[in-house]
């Protein structure tokens, strides 16, 4: 072995040895995620989904508004609610309030987060949803986070996962066979499962590695641009090959006297406007100048496609569109890094990838560590 391959492979050891267990539970909860969507609608198919009539006319869109706040109650002011294209589909409407910004865990940053489903066609109200203790949520925050205040959680993952992207380099370089000859290749690239358990488990951290190192590093690095702001920035910059940043327009409303109500216009004018959106996400004004935001999105899992409206709300009046052709290519691939770390980006065949890739990873500290108590065990033999 060369002194350079000694060096690497010292670099990879103890790389894994201080993060290995936060790329076990990062890789383990990122793998539990993917199909959170499926799952969960499965499981709440009652509350997530209705039975459209015939003649299938919603009713306006600030009736069901005050039944969700009715149903939420005062003190539980609605921030956001998605309405849907399709017709099966109960339209959402959610109320969030941060908790105290110096708590230590998760649960102590939040202080509500839930969410009422309500039938688009009766008014009816299909469901409740607590979104601070749901399963599939808590996942996602052990994952993002380890459960921790983002001020701390964050840069823990984040870190520990620029610490696996050299890992995964240097993984590589220890893979690469000095020599292709057929022995070699067939070393590099088949698990010998009738070998020893020794052997296989090398093989495992080996082999299975090499074929999802590509897609591991993706996941990696789409994660970092969550965890890292600086990251991000980097990210943005080479995309948009400009240090500018991102183009936004904020609109103030004008107090105004109208007899209509302004959420209905603005509503009913978004879905003229964004006849192609599958989903559109509206946001209540906050505060006596504030807007209304309006996202009309495109896809019925991803979220990158959106083209945005601002509404005076007062008045209903469209302030300001900003659509996503107008994007600029640093500004569409930070948006897409959500749809790209889950894999929907790609449909159900990138969310199985995302899947194995996940599994995979969770499974190199592990194997990772077996090979070396099995080295520490020979070397302490002789």
Request: hydrophobic fraction near 45%.
């Amino acid at each position: 072995m060369t002194r350079f391959r000694k060096i690497i492979g010292q670099i990879h050891l103890w790389l894994g040895l201080i993060t290995g267990l936060i790329v076990l539970i990062v890789s383990i909860t990122g793998c539990l995620f993917v199909f959170q969507k499926e799952i969960s609608d499965l499981i709440h198919q009652k509350t997530f989904f209705v039975e459209p009539p015939a003649a299938a006319a919603t009713l306006p869109y600030s009736t069901l508004f005050k039944k969700a706040e009715q149903t939420l109650g005062k003190d539980r002011p609605i921030n956001f609610s998605t309405t849907y294209k399709d017709p099966d589909h109960a339209w959402e409407f959610m109320t969030y309030k941060a908790g105290d910004p110096k708590a230590l865990t998760y649960f102590g940053t939040i202080d509500y987060y839930e969410s009422v489903f309500i039938n688009p066609y009766t008014g009816a109200v299909t469901g409740k949803y607590d979104y601070k203790y749901d399963f599939f949520n808590v996942v996602k925050f052990i994952h993002w986070g380890l459960l921790l205040n983002d001020t701390y959680g964050q840069p823990i993952v984040g870190y520990s996962t620029l610490i696996f992207v050299i890992m995964l380099i240097t993984g590589m370089i220890m893979w690469w066979p000095k020599k292709w000859s057929k022995t070699n290749i067939n070393k590099s690239f088949k698990i010998k499962w009738k070998a020893g358990f020794k052997r296989v488990v090398y093989d495992l951290h080996n082999v299975s590695g090499f074929y999802v190192m590509l897609f591991t590093l993706i996941l990696a690095l789409t994660g970092m641009v969550f965890a890292m702001k600086w990251f991000q920035t980097t990210v943005y910059v080479i995309a948009s090959r400009s240090i500018t940043p991102p183009d936004f327009k904020q609109e103030k409303s004008q107090k105004s006297i109208v007899t209509f109500n302004p959420m209905d216009k603005a509503f009913d004018t978004a879905k003229i406007l964004l006849k192609t959106a599958d989903r559109i996400a509206f946001s209540p004004a906050s505060g006596a100048d504030g807007v209304i935001y309006v996202n009309g999105i495109i896809g019925k899992e991803t979220y990158y496609h959106a083209d945005a409206l601002q509404f005076d709300q007062y008045s209903g009046k469209l302030l300001h569109r900003k659509n996503y052709s107008e994007q600029n290519a640093g500004e569409k691939l930070i948006g897409m890094n959500y749809d790209i770390h889950v894999g929907a980006i790609l449909g159900l065949p990138g969310k199985i990838i995302a899947f194995i890739a996940s599994l995979v990873a969770a499974s190199l500290p592990i194997t990772g560590f077996m090979i070396w108590l099995n080295r520490k065990k020979k070397k302490s033999k002789k």
